[in-house]
């Protein structure tokens, strides 16, 4: 079974021209993670100092990448939404983190 992942554009939402392919994957593990990579770097990239979970999260819905999975199997569940809003506290944790050492 594969799992194609494809990545939209919160920005420029439903034009598919706008749509890049992030590639096949033979796992859904595989698939998941490089979803997730492509909204932590977004996330990473576009923190600033004294930024809230909430302002970053506002941000990655106007303009962040929009990941999704296409398959068969009806187990891969992944939402780029979803997602960013848990990482968006734990983005801007290690980011501070880093930045006061």
Not at 38 to 47: A, H, I, P, Q, T
Not at 56 to 79: A, E, K
Request: proline share 5%; with cysteine; hydrophobic share 30%.
């Amino acid at each position: 079974m594969n799992y194609h992942v494809l990545e939209d554009d919160n920005f420029h939402y439903m034009d598919e021209d706008e749509r890049i392919d992030l590639g096949v994957f033979d796992t859904v593990e595989e698939a998941i993670n490089r979803a997730k990579k492509s909204v932590d770097d977004f996330l990473r990239e576009n923190f600033r100092p004294g930024m809230t979970p909430e302002d970053l999260y506002r941000g990655y819905v106007d303009f962040g990448p929009d990941p999704f999975i296409i398959s068969d199997d009806s187990s891969c569940q992944f939402s780029a939404w979803d997602y960013a809003k848990v990482r968006c506290p734990k983005i801007c944790k290690e980011t501070m983190n880093r930045s006061a050492n």
